[in-house]
């Protein structure tokens, strides 16, 4: 039989679960773009972004998923033929190293693997050999959701000071906005890219370029820029209308206008606080589980991982029928292995936005339950060591 039916939890990190506040929110008639409440909400939207990144720079918005951000920052800064650094961490570094390479800039990447962080003394050896400045800009992704490994930004940023290199820092957000503490300007990052379908719980469709006077200088000499992805027009306070280049993004603004507002309602660091401790319960929930059998941590280290989504290893290749098991059994989705050797051996917990402990510890015994059903090893118990872990912290 089946237990599935009820309030499912697509737990795949990104999109992530809505918010009733937002989609009651979306639920309305079109309204006006010229004029009213949709152009007077906009400023605002921006400036709660700009406080939420931590940036004293400008902020550019695009009807877009990630992908079309990806494009924005280097379109914006990088002319055919440039180099950049990709530091590669996992699926989404190579995603945005094709992206890249697409334009007609070259790139190269300095690999780290899945399982650890990018090195910032690697990075500052490499800065070091290149003394005629072709490198143009480092692209870090501080989250990468594939394998959920959390880069140091500050370090990396250190690094490239430490060799003395103008390289922009480029940021990838998208997976960490929201879920895992960053600062854009006091961490010295030149640009920073995010979308509002994770951390931002807003339905995919928008997403925003950061940036500071440096990238912008940058922009005066790109030869990758087109109309669209010219991010000059969008930063523009009195040009609401071609923020969008045409219409605006009418019922994705009312959604995300609620969702600044949920932010700001629990506070910042209280919303970070809380990705921490959900964080920590689903970590000692799988070191509970390997324990006993092969099942462990993508990311070994607690310090490389991410708040947002957990990459974990299931040791045989049980990790497929244990997501089938909790989606037709449960009415949970689980994250897949992506970008691995062996995808069967891997799935992922999607953990950003709108989640609380009671989905949380949900999840984790509705994993547990699915390991028993379909034979994963593992020890059992882990869910009531994530209980645990809740009981302390909440
Ligand atoms: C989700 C994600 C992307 C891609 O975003 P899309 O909206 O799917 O294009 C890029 N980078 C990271 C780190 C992500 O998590």
């Given at each position: 039989?089946?237990?599935?039916?009820?309030?499912?939890?697509?737990?795949?990190?990104?999109?992530?679960?809505?918010?009733?506040?937002?989609?009651?929110?979306?639920?309305?008639?079109?309204?006006?773009?010229?004029?009213?409440?949709?152009?007077?909400?906009?400023?605002?939207?921006?400036?709660?972004?700009?406080?939420?990144?931590?940036?004293?720079g400008y902020c550019a918005p695009y009807i877009s998923n990630g992908h079309g951000v990806w494009e924005a920052a280097l379109a914006n800064t990088l002319?055919?033929?440039d180099l950049v650094l990709v530091l590669g961490t996992g699926h989404f570094s190579h995603g945005w190293k094709t992206i890249a390479e697409s334009m007609g800039i070259d790139v190269e990447v300095l690999e780290f693997g899945r399982t650890s962080p990018s090195d910032p003394e690697a990075v500052a050896a490499r800065l070091a050999k290149d003394p005629d400045h072709r490198i143009k800009a480092v692209l870090c992704v501080h989250v990468d959701t594939s394998s959920s490994v959390k880069s140091d930004v500050e370090m990396v940023r250190a690094?490239?000071?430490?060799?003395?290199?103008p390289a922009l820092l480029m940021v990838d957000c998208i997976a960490s906005f929201g879920c895992d503490r960053f600062e854009m300007t006091p961490w010295g990052a030149d640009l920073m890219i995010t979308a509002c379908?994770?951390?931002?719980?807003?339905?995919?469709?928008?997403?925003?370029?950061?940036?500071?006077?440096?990238?912008?200088?940058?922009?005066?000499?790109?030869?990758?820029?087109?109309?669209?992805?010219?991010?000059?027009?969008?930063?523009?306070?009195?040009?609401?209308?071609?923020?969008?280049?045409?219409?605006?993004?009418?019922?994705?603004?009312?959604?995300?206008?609620?969702?600044?507002?949920?932010?700001?309602?629990?506070?910042?660091?209280?919303?970070?606080?809380?990705?921490?401790?959900?964080?920590?319960a689903i970590w000692a929930a799988v070191d509970h589980w390997g324990s006993d059998g092969p099942l462990e941590h993508n990311v070994p280290k607690t310090l490389h991982r991410s708040h947002a989504v957990t990459t974990i290893k299931t040791g045989d290749s049980g990790a497929l029928a244990l997501q089938e098991w909790c989606k037709t059994k449960a009415g949970l989705t689980l994250g897949i292995g992506l970008g691995m050797d062996r995808p069967d051996q891997y799935f992922r917990i999607g953990h950003m936005g709108y989640v609380n402990a009671q989905m949380i510890l949900g999840v984790l015994a509705t994993i547990e339950a699915g390991m028993k059903a379909t034979g994963l090893e593992h020890a059992p118990g882990g869910a009531a060591v994530a209980a645990e872990v809740i009981a302390a912290q909440a």
């Open positions: 039989m089946s237990l599935q039916n009820g309030l499912t939890y697509l737990a795949i990190p990104g999109p992530s679960v809505t918010p009733d506040r937002v989609l009651q929110a979306m639920h309305r008639a079109a309204p006006n773009i010229n004029t009213g409440a949709l152009t007077e909400m906009v400023p605002d939207i921006i400036a709660d972004l700009n406080m939420m990144a931590h940036n004293e002319s055919r033929g690094a490239i000071d430490a060799a003395r290199h379908q994770k951390g931002l719980m807003t339905p995919p469709g928008v997403a925003f370029v950061f940036y500071n006077d440096k990238a912008d200088k940058m922009r005066e000499t790109a030869n990758c820029v087109t109309h669209y992805w010219d991010w000059r027009p969008r930063t523009d306070p009195e040009m609401f209308y071609k923020f969008f280049d045409g219409t605006a993004p009418t019922h994705h603004l009312f959604g995300l206008r609620e969702a600044l507002a949920m932010i700001s309602e629990e506070g910042l660091d209280m919303v970070w606080r809380r990705h921490t401790v959900l964080a920590q």
